[in-house]
């Protein structure tokens, strides 16, 4: 493999200082345009590349930001990471993706390599052990140590950090409230999610549209992933009378619609359906879900935005906030 031509190689080559070489290739307007070409012409010769730790270090930047998620399968993560990168891409940062796996130790191991690195700062959506242990020792650290960081999606108050959030509790409002307009007054609510910070949320909106319709009646299925999720579904819907059901996650929505097919229930003429993000399970399901968009590549560009600023401008004493992504619903034909 050839060796990397340095600064000092084309300078030495060129008879030239590097200074110059340096600002020629910076096409600075003190070195003539006869020079600038010079050395352009023998940089691209070697296809060379300017030192990025060089550069760094000279800056006080890597120009690249840590992003921490706690899955990728998830076409809601999956979304919001094509936001940040595109963000980050077009105001001149690279990112570099760890993922958690629902994983406190990875979590806590991946923020302690990345700040190793020298990344300018973090994105994090929490895993989701992180939030049932309430650990945050190592974001505090960062803290500590004036790193910049955004949270987004799953946030945690203990953390004094710039976040993004989409507006859950309102979003599972305004669902049941759609279930209850059309009709329906026996509604389930469902999820695979319950120990995360926005299935609390969401259900705290459900109670809340409840509370107002006392008319209607709620049943509660919290699941974990370790459950047989779709066998406790079945059995749940087999032995409830309902006529709607709300999963606080796609997961848990797409497994209800079916479930209900197989137990010979009628969407959406028996039972109602709506899900949480608006992925390839809600568009690809039959019928199609109706889902609350959480609009993820909007919010993943969002928390880049707000990172960027903040290194563009560093404060030491600076004053975190929340800002809130509106989610949307997309009635399909789950939904009567």
């Known amino acids: 493999m050839r060796k990397k031509v340095t600064l000092k190689q084309l300078a030495r ?3 030239l200082s590097i200074s110059t070489v340096s600002k020629s290739l910076k096409n600075d307007p003190e070195i003539s345009e006869k020079t600038i070409n010079r050395v352009h012409e023998l940089a691209s010769f ?12 000279k800056s006080n930047k890597t120009k690249t930001i840590g992003i921490i998620l706690p899955e990728i399968l998830n076409h809601f993560f999956a979304k919001a990471l094509y936001g940040i990168e595109q963000e980050a891409s077009n105001n001149g940062y690279k990112i570099v993706t760890c993922i958690t796996n629902e994983s406190y130790k990875k979590e806590v191991e991946y923020v302690e390599m990345l700040n190793y690195s020298s990344v300018d700062g973090f994105i994090v959506a929490l895993s989701q052990e992180t ?7 190592h974001y505090q650290a960062l803290k500590r140590e004036n790193v910049p960081v955004v949270m ?4 945690s108050e203990e953390i004094d950090c710039d976040k993004v959030i989409v507006d859950d509790k309102e979003a599972s409002k305004n669902a049941i409230e759609y279930l209850i307009n059309t009709g329906c007054k026996k509604i389930a609510v469902i999820t695979t999610i319950s120990d995360l910070s926005v299935a609390k949320l969401r259900l705290e909106g459900v109670k809340e549209a409840i509370d107002i319709n006392a008319e209607v009646t709620l049943i509660e299925l919290p699941l974990r992933d370790s459950q047989n999720v779709e066998a406790e579904i079945e059995k749940f819907l087999n032995n409830n009378d309902l006529d709607a ?13 079916n479930m209900s097919h197989k137990l010979g229930y009628k969407i959406p003429e028996d039972i109602s359906v709506i899900g949480f993000t608006d992925g390839l399970l ?10 609350v968009s959480q609009h993820a590549e909007e919010l993943g560009a969002k928390a880049a935005q707000i990172l ?8 030491e004493k600076h004053i975190s906030k929340t800002e809130v992504v509106k989610t949307s619903l997309i009635v399909r034909d789950s939904t009567n």
């Open 131 to 137: 939030q049932v242990l309430n650990k945050f020792d």
């Open 13 to 15: 080559e060129l008879n």
């Open 308 to 315: 960027l600023n903040q290194l563009d401008d560093f404060e």
């Open 152 to 155: 987004f999606d799953r946030v």
């Open 245 to 257: 059901v709300l999963g606080l996650d796609e997961t848990a929505a797409a497994i209800s619609i």
């Open 46 to 57: 070697y296809n060379y590349k300017p030192n990025a730790l060089a550069v760094s270090l």
């Open 282 to 291: 809600s568009k690809h399901s039959y019928p199609k879900l109706t889902t």
